[in-house]
């Protein structure tokens, strides 16, 4: 009866406070009442010990009881259902261009480039609750790791397994990359269509010219949003490969093609980034989850139960046993 019950008027609960007053004004009434006889002996009185002198006290634990209903009553306590319809009215598509090239298994991103992204990533795609959102890899060549959709827990499990593997060629092909995200989204009918291009080096493979494919985006009303990912001078970075399949790390300059990233954001109405740390990249993600809100309508009906009847009934049937027994079976010690 009283789960997630609310009180529309608490103020009422302060007359509580009178139910102790009561109780003293009683007390102090009976023991005024009780006549008493004062006698050297009781020997020659035959004592039957009576329990209905003391059972008449309870009609006044039943009025208390009434009162402290009645009271809560007008509190009026009740239960709040809320149901709530959400419509999405500007939905966005989004696509995540990676690169996955070697280089993005430089340590100067904790504990390197590649997981340091997968990590920012998953928080940025857990926060686009209402937003399809696709997968690009991208390294020599590209290919689609999973088409745009809505269903958030294929996209993460997606991203986990995003490794560096030498099954897609070495290099880095920008164009290639920006290319297969721009053709996932060109028939999509959404209102905002959104490429978020990560990379940590200069366009060096690829059939496809990134110009090129910056165009294919403009005509496609995409807009895209580049990153450069690494720290700025020298990195800890893979060199070689050892026997055994590890990589061999030695210190290299990082090396960006800013100016090309900078082209491609500006050409698509996008905006271009520079990652040089962890706490950086995450800004970054945070920064473009709030340039592109997704437009939501959302309408909250709330059904009330109210709870003061059952109260007001309750003492209403206790008073009614109090006047019942106060003139029946108690009358004779009132």
């Known amino acids: 009866m009283f789960e997630n019950i609310e009180f529309l008027n608490k103020g009422f609960f302060w007359l509580l406070l009178l139910l102790p007053l009561a109780l003293l004004w009683y007390v102090l009434k009976y023991n005024k009442q009780t006549a008493e006889l004062k006698i050297s002996s009781t020997k020659g009185f035959k004592v039957a010990p009576s329990i209905w002198s003391k059972l008449r006290h309870a009609m006044f634990v039943l009025r208390i009881i009434a009162l402290a ?95 560096y593997n030498t099954i897609i060629a070495g290099g880095t092909a920008i164009g290639m990359g920006l290319g297969t995200a721009v053709n996932r989204l060109k028939d999509s009918k959404a209102k905002s269509k959104v490429i978020i291009l990560l990379t940590d080096g200069v366009n060096n493979s690829g059939a496809v010219d990134p110009k090129t494919a910056s165009t294919l985006a403009v005509d496609t009303g995409i807009k895209v949003y580049t990153i450069g990912l690494g720290t700025n001078g020298m990195a800890l970075s893979p060199m070689s490969m050892n026997p055994n399949g590890s990589f061999r790390y030695g210190r290299q300059q990082v090396e960006i093609d800013e100016e090309l990233l900078k ?61 019942i027994l106060r003139n029946t079976i108690f009358k004779s010690f009132v």
Do not use: C, Q, W
Not at 130 to 156: C, F, H, M, Q, W
Not at 288 to 309: A, P, S, V
């Open 69 to 163: 209903l009645l009271i809560t009553a007008l509190a009026r306590p009740r239960t709040v259902d809320v149901s709530t319809k959400t419509k999405t009215t500007r939905g966005i598509d989004i696509v995540m261009a990676i690169d996955v090239s070697a280089s993005m298994l430089a340590k100067d991103l904790r504990p390197n480039r590649l997981e340091a992204l997968k990590a920012v990533a998953a928080d940025f795609i857990k926060g686009r609750p209402n937003d399809r959102i696709g997968l690009v890899e991208y390294a020599g060549e590209a290919y689609t790791k999973t088409p745009i959709t809505t269903d958030k827990s294929i996209v993460l499990r997606s991203l986990r397994d995003i490794k």
């Open 263 to 323: 082209d491609i954001a500006d050409v698509t109405g996008g905006k271009y980034f520079r990652a040089t740390n962890n706490k950086k990249l995450a800004e970054i993600y945070d920064e473009i989850n709030k340039l592109e809100k997704t437009e939501i309508e959302e309408k909250k009906y709330y059904n009330y139960d109210e709870k003061y009847r059952s109260l007001v009934l309750l003492a209403g049937l206790l008073l009614l046993i109090e006047l």
